[in-house]
T-cell receptor, first 114, second 114 residues
Framework: AQSVTQLGSHVSVSEGALVLLRCNYS??????LFWYVQYPNQGLQLLLK??????LVKGINGFEAEFKKSETSFHLTKPSAHMSDAAEYFC????????????FGAGTRLAVHP | KAGVTQTPRYLIKTRGQQVTLSCSPI?????VSWYQQTPGQGLQFLFE???????NKGNFPGRFSGRQFSNSRSEMNVSTLELGDSALYLC?????????????FGPGTRLLVL
């Protein structure tokens, strides 16, 4: 069975600081991995996804993530946080043969302070 | 293209009632998935429909059901509502429901059961 673990339910950074949100997955087959962001009272928006092409994936709003098979990780980073990055971030996995069922991590709430 | 739309956006029901939520996917998308989001359980997959057929179902009781119409619009129904059904219900669409596809989420329907 697949699962996703996001370390840290709350992360706080200063504006301009590095953002690092951690995601580890468990899957018996090569997974597809996604990062979504959710702003208050809104649905989820895709930031980026890994679908077995390049292991370093660049997404919207300056975010990127690196797929590391040996570490079963897909951590999300952004070099310089902006106030508008404050939101909840979800890592998710889907697998071949599983149609598009997404299994989500518990989420990480990112706070950005001046 | 218009995004995924969900109606109604907010709903208040009492225990024992039933409720129907509606989702209109992005034009041309034939796969529609439903997710439940609660503070305690996070984001959980309910079911996925493609061409009016349910292809995948999450671990929810039979009180949760859905259907898809020939125009790909989907509805989900919850019968005999319980307090624990209070949640944000998210609908997502994708072209054909392959696991590597991006799912586009609607803003959700927030259901409160009293």
């Amino acid at each position: 069975a697949q699962s996703v673990t996001q370390l840290g339910s709350h992360v706080s950074v200063s504006e301009g600081a590095l953002v690092l949100l951690r995601c580890n997955y468990s899957s018996s087959v090569p997974p597809y991995l996604f990062w979504y962001v959710q702003y208050p009272n809104q649905g989820l928006q895709l930031l980026l996804k890994y679908t077995s092409a390049a292991t370093l994936v660049k997404g919207i709003n300056g975010f990127e993530a690196e797929f590391k098979k040996s570490e079963t990780s897909f951590h999300l980073t952004k070099p310089s946080a902006h106030m508008s990055d404050a939101a909840e971030y979800f890592c998710a996995v889907s697998v071949p043969g599983g149609y598009n069922k997404l299994i989500f991590g518990a989420g990480t709430r990112l706070a950005v302070h001046p | 293209k218009a995004g995924v739309t969900q109606t109604p956006r907010y709903l208040i029901k009492t225990r024992g009632q039933q409720v129907t939520l509606s989702c209109s996917p992005i034009s041309g998308h034939r796969s529609v998935s439903w997710y439940q989001q609660t503070p305690g359980q996070g984001l959980q997959f309910l079911f996925e429909y493609f061409s009016e057929t349910q292809r995948n179902k999450g671990n929810f009781p039979g009180r949760f059901s859905g259907r898809q119409f020939s125009n790909s619009r989907s509805e989900m129904n919850v019968s005999t509502l319980e307090l624990g059904d209070s949640a944000l219900y998210l609908c997502a669409s994708s072209p054909v429901g392959n696991p590597e596809e991006t799912q586009y989420f609607g803003p959700g329907t927030r259901l409160l059961v009293l």
